[in-house]
């Protein structure tokens, strides 16, 4: 499965990591990057999430860029030439998940322009990059994660407004309306991200809807059938410099059958 890495430029550290990171990035600009299968629905980015207990590294790309992901992202990153020279990881420091809570980053292509990092659970490291942009509107394991964080802000580490930002309607199907998750999630009476077997389900439901069914309600291609969006709202985001082509290794006898 080839993925859209979607470069979400940090704004202002949380508290936590700012003590990390000092000045060990030698002033690069640093970007979060999260691995999506969906690229159409970056106008409906709400949050970063991070596994808390992962452990990430701040690789720097150039001598003006860095990255924070997974180890195993960036070492895939320096064989498919984002990383500036051909095979080399420049790791600058590790950084726990937990400390990167609350960090505020850029949300290419969102009607919210800057976002939170916040705690799921489910996070993999061994997929993607290990940052996952949030989009409830049409994602169900995002949704149910926010509501949980809603719940319980103190619980999580959080300030409760990061976990409040409601979502944005950015793809109409004709069976579940503009918000196919929460609708996912109200239909199958899923009650938090723990739910992982009906989380799955929906997911399944969401991604074949939102594809072959769905709409644009929003951005440059409203109106635009999802099937024909998809890879235009990508190649828009990459020639703006927001995101690149990033490819599983380890996925590609996984995903021969899809
Ligand atoms: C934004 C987005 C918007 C996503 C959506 C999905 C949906 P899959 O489908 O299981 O192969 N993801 C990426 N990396 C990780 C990780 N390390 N751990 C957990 N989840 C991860 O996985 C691809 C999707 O899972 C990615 O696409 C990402 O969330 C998340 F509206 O990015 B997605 C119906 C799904 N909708």
């Known amino acids: 499965q080839e993925y859209t890495a979607v470069k979400m430029e940090v704004v202002e550290w949380s508290a936590g990591a700012k003590n990390i990171i000092g000045d060990r990035v030698g002033g690069r600009k640093v970007f979060l990057v999260a691995a999506t299968l969906r690229p159409e629905t970056m106008y409906g980015q709400t949050n970063c999430f991070i596994g808390p207990s992962i452990k990430y590294g701040v690789f720097a790309m150039s001598d003006t860029e860095a990255f924070v992901c997974t180890y195993r992202a960036a070492r ?10 051909r095979g080399d990881i420049n790791q600058l420091l590790e950084i726990d998940g937990a400390s990167l809570v609350g960090t505020r980053v850029k949300a290419p292509f969102a009607l919210n322009p800057e976002v939170y990092v916040l705690p799921m659970e489910n996070v993999l490291p061994t ?132």
């Open 127 to 258: 997929k993607g990059t290990g940052v996952v942009t949030s989009v409830p509107s049409d994602s169900p394991d995002d949704c149910a994660t926010l509501a949980d964080l809603a719940k319980k802000p103190a619980f999580y580490g959080i300030e409760p407004a990061w976990a409040g930002i409601a979502p944005v309607p950015v793809i109409s199907t004709p069976e579940y309306g503009d918000l196919i998750a929460p609708e996912l999630i109200k239909r199958m009476k899923i009650q938090s991200q723990k739910d992982v077997k009906q989380l799955s389900e929906a997911k399944d439901i969401a991604y074949k809807e939102g594809f072959y069914n769905g709409t644009m309600l929003v951005g440059e291609f409203k109106g635009v059938r999802v099937e024909e969006a998809k890879p235009r709202v990508r190649e828009r985001m990459i020639e703006a410099g927001l995101a690149m082509a990033y490819a599983e290794p380890e996925g590609l006898v996984i995903s021969r059958s899809t």
């Open 76 to 85: 895939n990153m320096a064989f498919q030439g984002i990383s500036k020279t």
